[in-house]
DNA sequence: TGTAATTCTTAACATAGGTCAAGTAGATTA
DNA sequence: TAATCTACTTGACCTATGTTAAGAATTACA
């Protein structure tokens, strides 16, 4: 695959992620934030303070809920340090992986979130996980404080939209070994800190596939 | 499966489709835009008309190129009245169809249009085609002149993300038969007007495989 | 520290869907 | 009207991946 294999980053669709912060300040995760929002638009100083004022700071602990099925997800989460998964659960009680995010990502059920629909999914920490979230009552109010924020989030969607139709072409049409080699190229970090079930999960395939695999290289 | 069932019309992803225009003036394809656009963000006279000057009303004929692998995607295109399909050539030469769009639906390969990158798709016209096309210019220009269209872009980015997730977790998850049956239910008049080896390309599989999955019924 | 739970691997077998090759039926063109 | 094309189908065979079941290695916990 020419194109496709020459960059695999979408296999994770880590939106909004751009560098490490190991500099800042661990206990002011806020900072964070604004540092991704200020990379796609201007935010001003009094801006800053209406959206830093908009956030909380959450802590959920490892293998905890942040969302279960049938629940209206009612926030965005920005993680800032630690580890999340989303997945479905079919009707012969099987997992389904569709998310791993990791520090400096956000995750949601965007789709409940703005229907305030009953949720599909379940979002579980895999980690001890700090994080931010906002409502959407807040958010709306937050676009009209701050517009520039709608031209953040319509930049984050844009880029999601293209890693999910790429992550979907090399779903469909590269073999899976394929997928893993890449991923482990672009994410080694992930292997250091996500079991393989469910990294297998995420690439489409059983852990048994994904076994065979790792075996053949 | 219990919620993918109950819905598959994601499997075309076409954002922004909500009614059919019969009632409409045939040779006032714009107005269809304008209704879509105020449809999630409030456009006043005056924006109307600064947005109605900056689409530029075109028209291609069936099976020739609206973009080539390589060339820059300048435009981003509303298509008014016909249908296209975006895909991509593997090292082996074949053709991988992700999109098909008719009528009242956007088409574009955003990816290169954002990053002034080299595109790596096709996007063909499957039928005489009307559209509109606005160059990414103009659009940065438009969304300065009209605030709120970056509310309209923002909604329409995230709707297409969140259906571009379920038509991944079909696509991974489901058989082709399943993905079929509900394709031909939400979209019946697809298979009035495409070719089913294209309709077969879209949904991951081969036009021998649909061919077999049809005969079954 | 011993027991249970997770995580990962291996092997035998099953199956959905791919590949290749041929053939039919409409539509298009000479 | 014959000759091509294009869209679609069919059948034989193949392969990647799923399924089931068992066991090893690691980690958590009582």
Not at 167 to 185: F, G, H, I, Q, V
Request: charge should be neutral; include cysteine.
């Amino acid at each position: 695959m020419v194109f496709i294999s020459s960059n695999f980053s979408f296999l994770f669709c880590q939106i909004g992620k751009f560098c490490i912060f190991d500099h800042m300040e661990q206990n002011r995760p806020n900072h964070k934030l604004i540092y991704y929002f200020s990379k796609w638009t201007d935010i001003s100083e009094e801006a800053e303070k209406i959206i830093l004022s908009a956030f909380e700071p959450q802590f959920i602990k490892k293998k905890k809920d942040l969302l279960v099925v049938n629940d209206v997800c009612n926030y965005l989460y920005f993680i800032t340090d630690g580890c999340m998964r989303s997945y479905y659960v079919d009707e012969k009680g099987g997992e389904h992986i569709f998310q791993i995010r990791m520090d400096n990502n956000w995750i949601s059920d965007l789709e409940s979130f703005f229907s305030n629909r009953p949720s599909h999914y379940y979002i579980e920490a895999l980690e001890n996980t700090h994080y931010l979230r906002i409502s959407k009552e807040r958010l709306e109010q937050l676009y009209i404080e701050v517009p520039s924020l709608e031209r953040y989030f319509r930049i984050l969607f844009q880029k999601a939209y293209v890693n999910s139709l790429k992550r979907l072409n090399a779903t469909m049409w590269e073999p899976a070994s394929d997928r893993y080699n890449e991923m482990l190229k672009e994410h080694p970090e992930m292997f250091q800190r996500v079991p393989l079930v469910y990294i297998a999960s995420y690439l489409g395939i059983t852990p048994e596939s994904l076994s065979r695999i790792r075996k053949k290289k």
